[in-house]
């Protein structure tokens, strides 16, 4: 039997784990594929990715384990493995006043009118929200939730192919470690045009405080004319502005610093259109500038709908900051 789910997240702010492996694999589901990517050490002062694989069809998982055995060689690594966005919810909900050995019973009961299944059903973490200003306690948590079921069988077929998950983790604390290879410490936001759907980050203190799913993808930003682009841009920048203004609201006494953008398609474009709309200075977030990759290297490619980023931050939880 692998080990409790409850433990499914091993813990979602422990970045490094007691003895760090040697090379971490990092692994994110799509909608038709899984990419993987292996980071292992630093060159340069950056992350090295040492090697990327894409895997489709029904026997995409088993192809992945089998292609990960043969790189390792009897290397000491660590997986994680990103759920679907379908298969969780991320939600933000008050501090309970209990003792830390039992928020997570708390926070599952409070689950109960939130959720569409029944609790006792549910693998949950919670992280800290930061509070508004830094040193003092949190008040809010960041909580995942998913089916129990979902999480116990990814957990079985890794452990069936004889790599057991270190790590069940979410696209969007994978994009949190993208984000600090840009942002470091400072309150900063994090946009990714991914291939299916539009991610928005808020992150202060190296933590996620914010996030917004925005339905708006990398083709359809590729594929649309001068028109539709404007009107594409007019909504990003709505949401982007709206959500700085709240972050601004809520921890005014963070010197907010940059929007970083990063997609699967013109990412200059998209900076030059989003920058007279928004109140925020905006930099393209261009990740073979901040990993160290083999030279040639694609890290995405749009009409092959190929996109490392997430897979490469499942990959950076150990490189994301301290415990």
Not at 128 to 153: C, F, H, Q, Y
Not at 297 to 313: E, F, K, N, P, S
Request: glycine share 6%; with cysteine; aromatic share 6%.
């Amino acid at each position: 039997m692998v080990r409790p789910i409850l433990d499914w997240l091993q813990r979602l702010k422990q970045h490094r784990p007691a003895t760090a492996p040697s090379a971490w694999l990092g692994v994110h589901r799509g909608s038709d594929r899984l990419t993987a990517a292996v980071v292992s050490g630093m060159v340069h002062g950056k992350p090295k990715v040492q090697v990327l694989g894409t895997f489709e069809g029904e026997q995409a998982t088993p192809q992945l384990l089998q292609w990960h055995k043969g790189l390792s060689r009897g290397q000491r690594g660590a997986a994680c493995l990103l759920l679907d966005a379908h298969d969780y919810q991320l939600l933000v909900l008050d501090m309970p006043p209990v003792a830390l050995d039992e928020r997570r019973e708390a926070v599952r009961w409070r689950l109960r009118d939130v959720i569409d299944f029944p609790a006792d059903e549910a693998a949950l973490d919670c992280i800290d929200i930061p509070a508004t200003n830094a040193g003092e306690a949190a008040t809010k948590l960041l909580t995942v939730v998913s089916k129990r079921a979902v999480v116990g069988d990814w957990m079985q077929r890794f452990q069936d192919g004889a790599l057991p998950l270190a790590a069940i983790d979410i696209p969007e604390l994978a994009l949190r470690n993208v984000a600090l290879l840009a942002g470091q410490d400072s309150a900063h936001a994090y946009l990714h045009v991914g291939l299916e759907t539009t991610r928005l980050l808020m992150l202060w203190q190296r933590e996620l405080c914010a996030f917004r799913q925005l339905d708006v993808s990398a083709s359809q930003w590729a594929n649309a004319d001068a028109l539709d682009r404007s009107d594409l841009a007019d909504r990003l920048a709505l949401e982007i502005q709206r959500s700085v203004d709240a972050f601004a609201r809520q921890y005014y006494s963070a010197d907010f610093s940059h929007l970083w953008v990063s997609g699967a398609g013109d990412v200059a474009g998209l900076c030059e259109a989003l920058t007279p709309l928004v109140t925020v200075p905006i930099k393209p977030l261009l990740l073979n500038e901040w990993v160290e990759w083999d030279e040639g290297t694609q890290v995405m490619d749009l009409a092959r709908r190929i996109d490392y980023t997430l897979a490469v931050g499942a990959a950076l939880r150990c490189e994301a900051g301290a415990p």
